[in-house]
């Protein structure tokens, strides 16, 4: 297992679009073991493929207090979503960020295993803001462009200065 560098907002490969999972192979299960490895490492509690630079529609996340429940997402589609929540959201992505989005409170996914296998589940709570927010990294897309331009501007102009400081 290795750890993958995690790219940072507003670095233009976040917002590329995922292709879809064909080849479930000893390469799918080596990048699904190395999103675990660098999501817990970050720390945090779900990752998508696109935020390492890897373009395919896969997705981990755990949300249990012990890290001991991880999931794999591959090829996730949302059949349904139920409700509306508002709850504060960060990205390993967007480093430091943390705003209130609004987004579905209940969910149903229809996805893929590493093995390729389909399956069906419902997700309340954290675990469908979590999922939610991870399929959207795979449509290129971030939980900042859910805010207003201003807030948005802001993060971005916070975490280029960020990126400048560190050079």
Same mark, same amino acid.
């Given at each position: /297992?290795?750890?993958?560098?995690?790219? *940072? *907002?507003?670095?233009?490969?976040?917002?590329?679009?995922?292709?879809?999972?064909?080849?479930?192979?000893?390469?799918?299960?080596?990048? !699904?073991?190395? @999103?675990?490895?660098? /999501?817990?490492?970050?720390?945090?509690?779900?990752?998508?493929?696109?935020?390492?630079?890897?373009?395919?529609?896969?997705?981990?996340?755990? &949300? +249990?207090?012990?890290?001991?429940?991880?999931? %794999?997402?591959?090829?996730?589609? @949302? @059949?349904?979503?139920? $409700?509306?929540?508002? /709850?504060?959201?960060? %990205?390993? +992505?967007?480093?430091?960020?943390?705003?209130? &989005?609004?987004?579905?409170?209940?969910?149903?996914?229809?996805?893929? +295993? !590493?093995? $390729?296998?389909?399956?069906?589940?419902?997700?309340?709570?954290?675990?469908? &803001? %979590?999922?939610? *927010?991870?399929?959207?990294?795979?449509? $290129?897309?971030?939980?900042?462009?859910?805010? +207003?331009?201003?807030?948005?501007?802001?993060?971005?102009?916070?975490?280029?200065?960020?990126?400048?400081?560190? @050079?």
């Amino acid at each position: /297992m290795a750890l993958l560098t995690i790219l *940072h *907002h507003p670095d233009p490969r976040l917002r590329t679009r995922a292709a879809p999972v064909e080849a479930f192979d000893a390469t799918l299960e080596r990048l !699904v073991e190395d @999103l675990l490895e660098t /999501m817990y490492a970050a720390p945090g509690i779900g990752l998508a493929a696109t935020q390492v630079d890897v373009h395919r529609r896969v997705l981990v996340a755990d &949300v +249990s207090r012990e890290q001991n429940q991880p999931i %794999c997402l591959v090829n996730p589609v @949302l @059949l349904e979503t139920v $409700g509306e929540e508002e /709850m504060e959201e960060g %990205c390993l +992505s967007v480093p430091g960020v943390y705003e209130t &989005v609004q987004r579905a409170d209940r969910i149903r996914v229809r996805a893929q +295993s !590493v093995r $390729g296998e389909f399956f069906e589940f419902d997700a309340d709570g954290l675990l469908a &803001v %979590c999922i939610q *927010h991870e399929m959207d990294h795979l449509e $290129g897309r971030l939980f900042v462009d859910y805010l +207003s331009p201003l807030k948005r501007n802001r993060i971005k102009r916070k975490l280029e200065k960020a990126q400048r400081a560190a @050079l």
